[in-house]
């Protein structure tokens, strides 16, 4: 083939272009660690990342939830907790002032009683941090429970002016819980109240508030036929909001194991499609930047050398 | 029998030709370095002999035409793929600027972790933000802050679209301007390519040889007529060249038969006919004209139809839902976005200045209650008919990669087409392409005609003055 003055030069610009545009790609992996960054790099393996990206986004987001009903969970817990030891206190109360107490002990029974119901209402209207009470359902900016008093501060009546929704939240995609439950339920559908449900009799401060009034009036029988059953009921209706609170702890420990699995083996994913391999990249670059130094050691020397015919003759 | 005067005129003959070879050696050197130069080389004969009793007798050389060493058939190829490497170019370029305009890159979160990987910038993370925003809303749907952060995610996400949208509709207006500026260009190349034509003609017709240098000039306007637009050449036998572009006959000779001109074929979108059809298309394959038009109409029209479908969807989607809900204040029935595509999607105006009015409750006064703010956070999971029953990130990364891998295409096919075009280029400079080792060799072989042939003078002087002096003596 006939070489022309031209063809070495216009040949040696295209080979060096084509090794810088190769050898810029290679340090571009380098420098990020990214074997694919822009979309046309590999546009199949960037719909993939991409698509992880939003996944490992979202299981975040439901790792947040999870974190969030956990907190919810063992506040309400913690105020279940609470109540159930009242709970306890009072139907102790009731066997024992059900058997031959004096009016002496009586009254003072009362008084306790009195007490155990105003630790009762400080509990049922515990607050998130966040200020909303856990008891009041979706009407939880305001105490869910009210007690009406008399003239000497003898709680008469206790309100519920919360409701009986309860929120939810999802933990993985189309998989709700909540972790809170209302403080009362009287229409017998959708989540047992901790305080009144009337699906299973529980009604604690009106039974509370009958017990102290049977004490204070010493009917020991009513105490021991009506106030001992019905404290019954209050006491197993929180023992079955510890389990189911239990229940849900249990589940949001599930979900938030299965979340952590899910981002850390999509994050490997994203790695192992999109993360440049280092060895490989440098080995690459390595053969590439030699081959860029023997095309300008290459021509270098043809330049320098000027060999033509003109070298030779002398007209 | 030829006297020595005669032999003079051989060796004068010789002069001539060795000095004209000279010339042509060194206008080959001169234009060394222009690559629209083919190389000339001087063709020689034998001039016409005389019949004499002994036979024919030579009357020493004449030089027959300075011939121009091209290859047609390669020229045409050069010109066929110089449209092709345009259309390609210009499709590459369009497409980065709208690969840029996207804003989606992977880099990683931190230099010491690079296995952990987020795009910035771009609407993929302000969609799912915007969802995961939404789900903190679910958690705690009276808190002001959580109000505000969908509120401002939501900011993000309609400003995104529209900028990606704005951005996206000047790379349009680019490409309309770039086909008008081409197609001014290219008139101008058939005006000047008429002219040589023209040029050409009268040059060969007048001299017989063949105006190589003019044939250079009009083969440097073709090949930069097939960047524009492709054509194709036709010789006619007077040497001028016809340019026929989609099958219209546009240059004939000398004469300028038709000119290119745009039409707007509706929304501001430019597209080529001849003056003489206006308003029909003309059909056109290669050069940087139809890779603009190409380009607009497929690759950026689909990117932008489908941002613009998302956003529409997006907003009725969230609006349908939104519009069921309860502010704080117990107030219901507003729309969370506004507008109706990607060019003028909004937050509605009353959120900015009051979260409390964001619509986050299923029931009227229960500020605790999630069910709206949940549900349009499973918005983000849930297919959408209307976008191919994919979500609203899965619809958005299948737009943008559909622009990936139109850009993959080009550059894949632009990097086979510069190694094609290079191909061909060397295979052209080994035909026409001037070599330094062949014009020494040509100068030294002219040179040492040349002495040769004054030599030959010399010695004929000397023999004419031998013949003075016989008669002197």
Redesign the interface.
Known sequence: ???????FP??LV?QLSLLNSQQARLESEVD???S?????????V??Q???W??QN??T???Q??IS??QEQATSSYNAINSLQTLSARASTIATEAGGAASPADLAAYASEVNQLIQEGLQDANSQTA?G?YLF??????QPPFVATTDASGNVTAVTYQG?E?V????VA??Y?LSAQVPGANTSGNGPAGVITDSSTGADFFNHLIALRNDLQAGNTQAIASTDQPALAKDEDNITAQISANGLIQSQLNDASTVASTQSTAV??D??QA??ANMATTLTQLSSLQTAYQAALESAGSLFNSNL???TY?E? | MPGLLDSLDIASSGLNAQQQGIAVAGQNLANVNNPAYARQVLVTQAATPVQTSIGQEGTGVEVVVIQQICNALLNDQIQGENSTTSFLQTQQGALQTAQSDIGEQLQSTSATDTSTVGSTGGLDSDLSGLFNDLQALSLDPSSTAARQAVISQAQQLAAQFNQVNQSLSGLNAQLNQSVQSDVGSANQLLSQIAGLNHQITLAQGTSGGTANDLVDLREQDLENLANLVNFQPVANSDGSVNVVIGGQLLGSGSDVEDTLQTYDAGGGQLLVSTANAASTPLTLTGGSIQGAIDTRDNALASLQGGLNQLASQLITQVNAVYSKGYDLNGNTGADFFTGADASDIGVNATLANAPSTLQAAGVVGAPGDNQVAAALAQLGNAPQSALGNQTFSGSYNATITDLGSALSNANSNLSDQQAVQSMLSQQRNSVSGVSLDDEMSDIVTYQQAFQASAELVATLNTMLGDLMNMKQS
């Open positions: 083939m006939r070489i022309a003055f031209n063809s216009d040949s295209n990020t660690g990214k694919v960054s822009q979309l046309s790099d590999n546009p199949p960037m719909q990342v991409l698509g990206q939003v986004s979202s975040a987001q439901y947040q939830n969030a009903l966040q909303e009041g359902g979706t009407r939880n900016s409701n929704s929120p939810s939240a999802e995609p189309g709700s994050t490997q994203i790695s999109s993360d033509s015919l003109m003759i007209l």
